[in-house]
T-cell receptor
């Protein structure tokens, strides 16, 4: 079945450091790919998405490119802030299956 | 445009009681999804509903759990005779159509004592 694999956390970075959170997927067909962010005690917020190969999703300084050849959708940000501390979830939506999530990666940014 | 609303935000129940979780989708969205998040884990799909219909309940336990989305009013996830293992965060999401981006509510955190 469809699945999403994310790098395990936690990830701890200093403010202004470069962030990469790896995400790879397995799916039949051509899925849409998403990154959601969950701040402490809150629900999931859509961070960005891409619906076809080579699309780049971006929002709030975060970017991810849909790479069909490597089945990846890695999340990147050039300079993280303390306010970016949260759990980040990669997810896919394909065909008739519901959203499939990775296990999440906890990011802590220290000043 | 209000987002997805869920209530209560926190719910405490004793073993054997019933839990009712409510979800009001975003305006204009007729597709509702329920997910469960266990501590330190990702979200697992439970059930997908359209107005008055259950479309996919493949992720929902066969016993004690049920869901509905009536013509009027919110979607309800009902857990009967709760057990400690039901303690989790339950999230609702909605979308305008199947296959489109899902928007999530703030979740209901259920604690079973």
């Amino acid at each position: 079945g469809d699945s999403v694999t994310q790098m395990e956390g936690p990830v701890t970075l200093s403010e202004e450091a470069f962030l990469t959170i790896n995400c790879t997927y397995t799916a039949t067909g051509y899925p849409s790919l998403f990154w959601y962010v969950q701040y402490p005690g809150e629900g999931l917020q859509l961070l960005l998405k891409a619906t076809k190969a080579d699309d780049k999703g971006s929002n709030k300084g975060f970017e991810a490119t849909y790479r069909k050849e490597t089945t990846s959708f890695h999340l990147e940000k050039g300079s993280v802030q303390v306010s970016d501390s949260a759990v980040y979830f990669c997810a896919l939506l394909s065909g008739n299956t519901p959203l499939v999530f990775g296990k999440g990666t906890r990011l802590s940014v220290i000043a | 445009n209000a987002g997805v609303m869920q209530n209560p935000r926190h719910l405490v129940r004793r073993r054997g009681q019933e839990a009712r979780l409510r979800c009001s989708p975003m305006k204009g969205h007729s597709h509702v999804y329920w997910y469960r998040q266990l501590p330190e884990e990702g979200l697992k799909f439970m059930v997908y509903l359209q107005k008055e219909n259950i479309i996919d309940e493949s992720g929902m336990p066969k016993e004690r759990f049920s869901a509905e989305f009536p013509k009027e009013g919110p979607s309800i996830l009902r857990i009967q005779q709760v057990v400690r293992g039901d303690s989790a965060a339950y999230f609702c999401a909605s979308s305008p159509n199947w296959g489109e981006t899902q928007y999530f509510g703030p979740g209901t955190r259920l604690l079973v004592l």
